[in-house]
């Protein structure tokens, strides 16, 4: 069955379909939560974003895929959580602010190389939606198409966001790294270290708390 019918399925009532489109997305969505908010609140963002997925089906018009689909909930809800975290009500420009000041909490994430922890860190320096954008491309295989119907944004703008987004990260990596040799080996090698850091950013289905 596609994503679509699992969706309607369960939306239908079909518990089975539920659990089957879950395994079949969650250490994709887990994965975009993890290097943003704590643990507790990754967990409580992935199942929203399902139900959200579920209970908006009929919003969905098929003009994209249903992964970004799910993405767009998920990228909503982590903003809409951030806005009530704030303390004041000023709005926050996440075109500008990061993932460092909006969850200054370190992250628990255990990376097994230098390379990945240097770019861990440097992916949480850039402004929030280049980190977003970049992530997409970098460990979601999306295309520029796919992040701009993730973040609702037009092509080109989503075009510009990648761009700046790996032109920051380059310069942040050299802010950060603490020699000139492991900087060489993160950038020489981004792409592969990107995708090293793919399945270290979530568990599997399976392990999820119940």
């Not at 659990?19 to 975009?32: D, G, K, N, P, S």
């Not at 994209?64 to 926050?92: K, Q």
């Not at 500008?96 to 861990?120: K, M, N």
């Not at 997409?136 to 198409?145: D, G, N």
Request: some cysteine; overall charge neutral.
């Amino acid at each position: 069955m596609t994503d679509l019918e699992l969706a309607r399925a369960w939306r239908r009532g079909d518990r089975a379909a539920g659990e089957q489109l879950f395994e079949r997305h969650y250490a994709a969505v887990a994965r975009f939560f993890r290097n943003k908010v704590d643990d507790d609140a990754a967990d409580d963002l992935v199942q929203k974003t399902f139900l959200a997925c579920v209970e908006g089906l009929e919003r969905f018009r098929e003009q994209a895929s249903f992964r970004t689909y799910l993405f767009a909930i998920a990228y909503r809800l982590l903003c809409r959580l951030y806005r009530a975290r704030r303390r004041h009500p000023a709005p926050i420009d996440f075109d500008v602010v990061t993932v460092q000041a909006l969850d200054p909490s370190p992250s628990a994430i255990v990376a097994r190389r230098d390379e990945q922890r240097l770019l861990l860190e440097a992916l949480r320096r850039l402004p929030f939606n280049y980190q977003v954008a970049l992530e997409l491309v970098y460990w979601e295989s999306m295309t520029a198409a796919d992040a701009a119907a993730v973040l609702e944004i037009p092509l080109g703008t989503a075009k510009t966001w990648i761009r700046r987004a790996r032109q920051a990260l380059t310069r942040t990596l050299g802010e950060l790294s603490t020699s000139d040799e492991l900087l060489r080996s993160t950038l020489s090698n981004l792409s592969d270290w990107a995708r090293s850091l793919r399945d270290q950013l979530a568990p599997r289905a399976e392990d999820e708390p119940a």
